[in-house]
């Protein structure tokens, strides 16, 4: 069955990076467009960034442009999320998660997405 296992959250200043990681199986990884979505306490989930199967498309969402980047190795079926000078609104759950889109589509809307990451917790202290 398909499983992905986020890992690397933590605890950081405001100003600081972290990276989270997203290691995905049971699935053909370069196939599956994989997005990095967050939720905050209160708040409802929101889209943060995608990358295409192929790694060649990527996009953002508006607050996290110039700050984050996410990238992918198909060779070890893992998914990034580099977080640089992160803000204390940062603060949330992050989910990574798996579409079937073929290589070269990248997507934003989360009913597309059809596996789920359990979730790591970010926090941005001041």
């Known amino acids: 069955q398909v499983q992905l296992a986020e890992s690397g959250g933590g605890l950081v200043q405001t100003g600081g990076s972290l990276r989270l990681s997203c290691a995905a199986s049971g699935l053909t990884f370069s196939s599956y467009c994989m997005g990095w979505f967050r939720q905050a306490p209160g708040k409802e989930r929101e889209f943060v960034a995608a990358?295409?199967?192929?790694?060649?498309?990527?996009y953002y969402e508006e607050s996290v442009k110039g700050r984050f980047t996410i990238s992918r190795d198909n060779a070890k079926n893992t998914v990034y999320l580099q977080m640089n000078s992160l803000k204390l609104e940062d603060t949330a759950v992050y989910f990574c998660?798996?579409?079937?889109?073929?290589?070269?589509?990248?997507?934003?809307?989360?009913?597309?997405?059809?596996?789920w990451g359990q979730g790591t917790q970010v926090t941005v202290s001041s």
């Open positions: 990358v295409s199967g192929s790694g060649g498309n990527t």
């Open positions: 998660a798996a579409g079937f889109t073929g290589s070269s589509v990248v997507i934003r809307t989360s009913s597309v997405y059809g596996y």
